[in-house]
């Protein structure tokens, strides 16, 4: 009700008549009307009674109320359905300073913004001096995962991760399972790594979340972080990926030198492998 108040006729496409209306914004049985619905029984979905409802009936009236993303799932919510994927706000899709800003804060430890593909979007410093991330390569977290010999040559743990790393991107690609983009990056993986095709066949799925990682420096060593995967809802189709030192190996020292002045001179010419 509160939402049908706010959308007035000339919004929905309507004549007001000119006339003063009792009700503010749609009445319910132009709401009705224009979701293609009976009136009696989109009077019923206000009261809250309970009748049978459809994901298309359920979006009609979203359409004709003008719901944002957010508002049409907590109808979904509301009317005891599985509401549907989280959607990027038209208005929020270029807004990616504050994100910018959050990788950035977080140092001296890595962190990178992933797209739903697993493409890099950006990442901070210290992923480029520990995880090898850089300008040049394909910028695909799955297939430098498997392609990039500078990061796997620092990965103590590349084998026993790998597993990890192809059920949850098999995870991620069974939830959209006919998008373009999902099957473009899996031929690329598959035409280029045969180890990633042997795990992807064993079909194994599992959440993304967190990973510990062993990471063989060429100027400090030894390097234990743990990665912990999050999403954020105002951007559901962006993941970001912060790695936190474990209390192992001298590990937050070590970050903290490789990001200082002294420490990024050291960093700048040694290469793994």
């Known amino acids: ?34 979701a293609g619905v009976g009136a009696s029984w989109y009077q019923w979905l206000e009261q809250g009674r309970d009748i049978s409802v459809s994901p298309q009936v359920l979006d009609a009236v979203a359409r004709v109320l003008r719901l944002s993303n957010a508002e049409r799932r907590h109808l979904y919510v509301l009317a005891g359905l599985n509401p549907p994927a989280p959607e990027v706000a038209p208005e929020r899709r270029n807004r990616c300073d504050g994100l910018r800003r959050l990788i950035d804060t977080w140092m001296p ?9 697993y493409n890099c979007v950006m990442y901070n410093a210290a992923a480029a001096a520990v995880l090898g991330m850089r300008p040049g390569q394909t910028q695909n977290c799955v297939v430098d995962f498997f392609t990039d010999p500078l990061y796997r040559s620092r990965a103590r743990d590349w084998e026993r991760n790998a597993r990890t790393v192809v059920a949850q991107f098999r995870a991620a690609c069974s939830a959209c399972p006919d998008d373009e983009g999902f099957q473009e990056v899996l031929a690329r993986v598959k035409e280029s790594s045969p180890e990633f095709t042997r795990l992807w066949e064993e079909r194994d799925i599992e959440d993304a979340g967190q990973i510990r990682k062993e990471l063989d420096h060429p100027v400090v060593g030894l390097l234990v972080v743990e990665s912990t995967a999050m999403k954020v809802p105002a951007r559901p189709d962006l993941t970001i990926v912060l790695h936190t030192p474990l209390d192992e190996a001298n590990t937050a020292a070590k970050l903290e030198w490789l990001a200082s002045p002294e420490g990024r001179r ?8």
Do not use: C, F, K, Q
Request: charged residues 25%; aromatic residues 6%; proline residues 10%.
């Open 266 to 273: 050291g960093a700048m010419y040694p290469v793994a492998g």
């Open 1 to 34: 009700m509160s939402r049908r108040a706010r959308v007035t006729p000339a919004e929905a496409g309507l004549p007001d008549g000119g006339a003063r209306r009792r009700t503010p914004g749609l009445r319910r049985e132009e709401v009705a009307v224009l």
């Open 109 to 117: 430890y890595p962190a990178h913004i992933m797209d739903m593909y």
